[in-house]
């Protein structure tokens, strides 16, 4: 009985071991040069975010998906196709840096200009040598957008 649980207990160890075998090998590699990696963020100025995140008095707030009527027209490409992912990620640091940029809490602060989107995406074709962006070479714009989107619902006090 002994053996038996040893056993089990050596199987589900060396099972274990080839998880994270597995997960290490599928994970994307650091780039060497992490500050030209984030050279994109040149494309867009730096947002001043306030040290201490208050709620804007008055502020009226509109969740996004109200405001599909306003969307750019841009905005198509981002909800399918083949840069869709990439095409949210910015579009999503853009329109939240609108927000806090204008304290602008309803539609007209969350729809943001879709010509920055292209700029950015264009930047960043450019700096990767690739024709489509895919999420990887978005993926640190997409952690910056959603640190500043809980800015913004703070400030606006409600769901971005």
């Not at 009527?69 to 196709?81: D, F, H, K, V």
């Not at 989107?117 to 714009?141: G, M, N």
Request: some cysteine; glycine content about 8%.
């Amino acid at each position: 009985m002994a053996n038996t649980f040893k056993a089990r207990v050596m199987g589900g160890t060396l099972g274990l071991i080839a998880v994270f075998s597995a997960a290490a090998w599928a994970e994307t590699p650091v780039p060497a040069d992490l500050a030209q990696e984030d050279a994109y963020l040149g494309v867009l100025p730096k947002v001043d975010v306030p040290v201490n995140v208050e709620p804007i008095p008055g502020a009226v707030n509109e969740e996004f998906r109200n405001c599909e009527a306003s969307w750019p027209a841009g905005y198509a490409l981002a909800r399918s196709g083949p840069e869709a992912r990439a095409l949210r990620d910015i579009y999503g640091l853009v329109r939240v840096r609108n927000v806090i940029e204008t304290q602008d809490c309803g539609c007209t602060g969350k729809v943001a200009n879709w010509e920055e989107v292209e700029a950015v995406a264009a930047a960043l074709r450019d700096h990767h040598d690739v024709q489509r962006l895919s999420w990887q070479q978005t993926k640190a714009i997409a952690e910056e957008a959603s640190t500043l989107t809980a800015v913004a619902e703070t400030m606006c006090g409600g769901s971005f």
